[in-house]
């Protein structure tokens, strides 16, 4: 049970959900990775139904300071900036340099010299902003949502060129931004009538104040927040 903790951010994916408490533990419900065991050597490929919210521990017992849940996938920043990706990996999107599913916490070791403040799974592909600034995504590229210029899948974290004179991601704490207000993001540039793919970012005409994220990602697309507090999309 969650009555004992104090909770400080919550994630819900497809079908799973995330807490993070204020001692920095992770637990987690829902539709998850099947843990090994003795008889049941691990694999990201099997799946159960955990009812009751179960910990999830970070190797070397890292301290959790945030996670987010995309379809199938799963992401967690430690306190001290490392990342760590599990879940299903067929579409390059835990950032390990395969499709190859994880069925426990992974580092993702291509980041490893970068200090990861906040991370967001989409369907089927993850974003990650360090605390350089710098934004970086892989995984599905359809649809353009890595913001790579291209439609092919990344299987490694790649880091995104942003517009002119607005190229970082606002470098502060982070919290989650509400699915629900992204997609009224999405609408707003929809309703010019654009239905062409944006596989670059580009800013878009809204001026978001005091908000604390940096990047989410929906089904077919993606946003940043930044530090000049305009809103980049693609």
Not at 12 to 30: E, K, P
Not at 82 to 96: E, I, M, P, R, Y
Not at 201 to 217: G, N
Request: proline share 5%; charged share 15%; with cysteine.
């Amino acid at each position: 049970s969650l009555a004992s903790h104090r909770i400080v951010s919550v994630e819900c994916g497809y079908r799973a959900m995330a807490a993070v408490t204020a001692r920095g533990r992770l637990f987690m419900c829902g539709n998850l990775p099947r843990l090994p065991d003795a008889d049941r050597p691990a694999s990201g490929h099997r799946w159960e139904d955990v009812w009751t919210p179960l910990e999830t521990r970070l190797p070397d017992g890292l301290l959790v300071r945030s996670a987010s849940c995309g379809n199938a996938h799963f992401a967690a920043v430690s306190t001290c900036g490392a990342l760590f990706t599990w879940g299903n990996g067929s579409n390059g999107q835990l950032g390990h340099g395969s499709t190859a599913s994880e069925s426990l916490p992974r580092q993702v070791l291509p980041l490893q010299a970068e200090k990861i403040i906040a991370v967001s799974c989409g369907v089927s592909m993850t974003a990650a902003v360090a605390e350089s600034g710098a934004l970086y995504t892989w995984g599905d590229g359809g649809h353009g949502r890595l913001g790579h210029g291209k439609l092919q899948r990344c299987i490694l974290p790649r880091k995104v060129t942003l517009p002119p004179r607005h190229g970082r991601v606002a470098a502060v704490s982070p919290i989650t931004l509400c699915a629900n207000m992204l997609r009224r993001l999405g609408q707003t540039c929809c309703a010019n009538n654009i239905l062409s793919l944006i596989r670059m970012p580009q800013i878009i005409l809204i001026r978001v104040l005091a908000l604390r994220a940096q990047v989410h990602c929906g089904v077919n697309h993606s946003a940043v927040v930044l530090e000049s507090g305009e809103v980049c999309t693609f």
